[in-house]
């Protein structure tokens, strides 16, 4: 089954490729692999929450920073998909760095990057299985709760 038939039978709608902040491009391939840009889960041009990740009054649950996540690797997949032609011609996701901006005494970071690990791996089946890391770090772009980038295959 395609990449497009699979979204297709998910129900997914890929994004519109969000467009770089500053001096960079989304996606660039190298060889037979496409290296994403750092993407913040933008939904029709803007954030959908801003903050820190963890528990407690005015912090982003990590529940729903597991649905940005999600979002980062949507996005992920838009950008390397118009770099390389076409989503179809991605074939796998190698490996998938996410980043947490969370406060000092959550440790749930690899729970909020299962949300890009998962969707990814929705859409790609076996080849979708990947190395990663999740990180917790203080500030992310624009106040965004979470970042992914994501190395992909493709022919």
């Not at 997949?77 to 989503?87: I, L, R, T």
């Amino acid at each position: 089954m395609s990449v497009s038939d699979r979204l297709a039978q998910l129900g997914i709608e890929l994004p519109s490729v969000v467009p770089p902040v500053a001096a960079y491009v989304p996606a660039k391939a190298h060889g037979d692999l496409v290296f994403t840009a750092g993407q913040l889960p933008m939904v029709s041009g803007a954030l959908p929450a801003t903050g820190k990740v963890g528990d407690g009054h005015g912090l982003v649950p990590a529940s729903d920073a597991n649905g940005y996540a999600r979002q980062c690797a949507l996005n992920a997949v838009a950008a390397a998909a118009a770099a390389v032609g076409g989503v179809d011609r991605l074939t796998g996701v190698v490996k998938v760095v996410g980043f947490v901006a969370s406060v000092p005494d959550f440790t749930g970071q690899p729970g909020v990057i299962n949300g890009a690990s998962e969707v990814l791996g929705e859409i790609f089946g076996e080849s979708g299985r990947h190395a990663r890391s999740a990180v917790g770090v203080p500030v992310l772009p624009l106040d965004s709760p979470v970042e992914v980038e994501v190395i992909f295959s493709y022919l």
